[in-house]
């Protein structure tokens, strides 16, 4: 299946694999906490919205960008077993830029 976001959606994958099973000071964290993810790549992204005289704004995330998005942004969908969250480019918190 193939997802194509529109206007100035983005389709970002969670990753999980930045939640630890156990922390640092020895504390089990539940499978529940370790699966809701804040971390994402961004899979595909839209055109971009329309301003008031009809021209594309460009959404300023790009594909592959390693994103932080909130748990309660957007929506959660699953595409062949994968999770995704779909949100507008304004709900995403920052870019993650690796120095």
Do not use: C, W
């Amino acid at each position: 299946m193939r997802f194509r976001p529109i206007q100035d959606q983005v389709l970002v994958r969670r990753e999980n694999e930045n939640f630890e099973k156990v922390s640092p000071g020895g504390i089990v964290i539940p499978d529940i906490y370790r699966k809701v993810s804040l971390f994402g790549t961004v899979e595909a992204v839209g055109p971009g919205k329309r301003n008031k005289k009809g021209e594309r704004l460009p959404v300023s995330v790009r594909v592959g960008d390693k994103v932080v998005l909130s748990i309660y942004n957007g929506q959660l969908i699953q595409i062949d077993g994968v999770d995704y969250n779909v949100v507008h480019e304004f709900e995403l918190d920052g870019v993650v830029e690796e120095e």
